[in-house]
């Protein structure tokens, strides 16, 4: 009885396939199961204005990313504290927006910072500027950090924070 139970779930998977449905009835689907999208890594540290400043700026006067994405929160300053982000985006490309919360030294509260973006599909990189009035100085880091990426609707799809972010359990 076993054997005919075992034969007709094959022959039913392969209907299955056949039909166009790779899914094997009985079996989970892995790629709904895994997250789309993914913060690979995060680089975090201050940069001088001029580090931005590229040969092809002085003929076009244009500012020259090196193919990055470049986000601040004050678009004239250029010197600030930046989060460089690669993500992996293996679904389609869509609007997303990465939320940052940090605390500096001194702070109680985390201070918010909201960036939107495109996200294509593949690879990209960001570089996600604290500058201007919105970072003290070059010689302060933050003591604690969470960068959100989130859909266009706000739900979440890919976080990253630095160590102490949380409370580790014991």
Same mark, same amino acid.
């Given at each position: $009885?076993?054997i005919l139970a075992l034969?007709?779930?094959?022959?039913?998977?392969?209907? &299955?396939?056949?039909?166009?449905?790779?899914?094997?009835?009985?079996? %989970? @689907?892995?790629?709904? =199961?895994? %997250?789309?999208?993914?913060?690979?890594?995060?680089? %975090?540290?201050? *940069?001088?204005?001029?580090?931005?400043?590229?040969?092809? +700026?002085?003929?076009?006067?244009?500012?020259?990313?090196?193919?990055?994405?470049?986000? *601040?929160?004050?678009?004239? =300053?250029?010197?600030?504290?930046?989060?460089?982000?690669?993500? @992996?985006? !293996?679904?389609?490309?869509? !609007?997303?927006r990465f939320r940052l919360?940090?605390? /500096?030294?001194?702070?109680?509260?985390?201070? #918010?910072?909201?960036?939107? /973006? #495109?996200?294509?599909?593949?690879?990209?990189?960001?570089?996600?500027?604290? /500058?201007?009035?919105?970072?003290?100085? &070059?010689?302060?880091?933050? $003591?604690?950090?969470?960068? +959100?990426?989130?859909?266009?609707?706000?739900?979440?799809?890919?976080?990253?924070?630095?160590?102490?972010? +949380?409370?580790?359990?014991?």
């Open positions: $009885m076993r034969i007709l779930a094959l022959v039913s998977a392969a209907a &299955s396939v056949a039909a166009g449905d790779a899914r094997v009835p009985g079996s %989970t @689907d892995a790629r709904a =199961a895994t %997250t789309e999208v993914r913060i690979v890594r995060v680089f %975090t540290g201050w *940069r001088e204005a001029s580090s931005f400043k590229r040969i092809s +700026e002085y003929f076009t006067g244009r500012e020259d990313t090196g193919g990055e994405v470049v986000l *601040r929160t004050q678009p004239a =300053a250029r010197g600030g504290y930046y989060f460089l982000v690669r993500t @992996d985006n !293996d679904g389609p490309a869509r !609007d997303a919360e940090v605390v /500096t030294p001194g702070a109680t509260e985390p201070r #918010h910072f909201d960036f939107a /973006t #495109h996200l294509p599909a593949g690879n990209e990189v960001y570089q996600l500027g604290l /500058t201007g009035a919105d970072w003290p100085a &070059s010689t302060v880091s933050p $003591m604690a950090w969470k960068l +959100e990426l989130v859909d266009a609707a706000g739900a979440p799809i890919a976080t990253e924070k630095s160590y102490l972010w +949380e409370k580790p359990a014991k």
